[in-house]
């Protein structure tokens, strides 16, 4: 990533929870806007809710297609595209990842974001194939999905052995009946879900390898300990290393 300096006002939310998917996203469009040669490229958002990227995409200049199933979502997406000035940018398409083909023109966006889909889809594969399919040629796929490392760890460092035991041997990476989550994914099962539906895994990225495990109290009273955190988590997310204790995992794949 090109970037590694402080929060940058631009990013959605400006936070720790995207900051390394924004760094991610960002360069991408960069780089599909030189390849295009066209300063306006054509973006969707699967699963985008209430627009956390799709508005902060807009403002860049580009069009965003939101498809959510939820009504109100949608309807938080317009005020949201309003207060940011980008109405004209931003569009909401009531649907789901299962029938996006149906909702939307297939190959027709130069980017596609899927951010906290496949863990709710009842095909993971299917679902991929089907974001794949709405990408023009050398369009690119951002796919954001929980890492089951992520959670084994975070349920042992609360104490919680026996769940965090539970989601290291679980299929779906589930710690227990409570869980939220119906699955969890490593980054190989990642990248294979996109080299399946006919894409190239250009990067893996871990994200919130650290943001949920350094107590909340100390990131707001220690001077300087927000922007030293989020460069932590921004050169830690490009290491493989970390990619199997991460909260979550982000795929940059692209269609040749």
Not at 20 to 30: I, N
Not at 86 to 101: F, H, I, K, N, P
Not at 130 to 152: E, I, K, Q, Y
């Amino acid at each position: 990533m090109s970037r590694q300096g402080g929060v940058d006002p631009m990013r959605p939310r400006a936070s720790l929870r995207t900051a390394v998917v924004w760094e991610v996203l960002r360069d991408a469009l960069e780089r599909r806007v030189k390849a295009a040669d066209t300063p306006v490229l054509d973006v969707l958002d699967t699963g985008g809710g209430t627009g956390n990227f799709a508005v902060p995409v807009a403002r860049l200049g580009h069009r965003v297609t939101v498809v959510d199933p939820s009504p109100d979502a949608l309807f938080a997406l317009e005020r949201r595209a309003a207060e940011a000035g980008v109405t004209e940018r931003v569009s909401g398409v009531q649907g789901d990842a299962q029938g996006l083909l149906d909702v939307i023109t297939p190959g027709s966006y130069d980017m596609v974001l899927c951010h906290g889909v496949l863990e709710y889809v009842d095909d993971p594969a299917e679902g991929v194939r089907h974001v794949a399919g709405a990408l023009r040629p050398a369009g690119a796929l951002s796919l954001l999905a929980a890492g089951r490392g992520g959670a084994v760890l975070a349920r042992a460092i609360a104490g919680h052995f026996a769940e965090a035991q539970h989601a290291l041997g679980d299929p779906d990476g589930r710690w227990g009946e409570g869980d939220s989550l119906p699955r969890r994914f490593t980054a190989d099962e990642l990248t294979r879900l996109v080299v399946d539906a006919g894409l190239r895994a250009a990067a893996v990225h871990g994200v919130r390898v650290f943001a949920d495990l350094v107590p909340g109290v100390l990131v707001d009273t220690e001077p300087g300990a927000l922007d030293a955190l989020l460069r932590l988590e921004l050169a830690a997310a490009e290491d493989p290393g970390f990619h199997a204790v991460a909260t979550q995992l982000h795929v940059l794949a692209e269609r040749d």
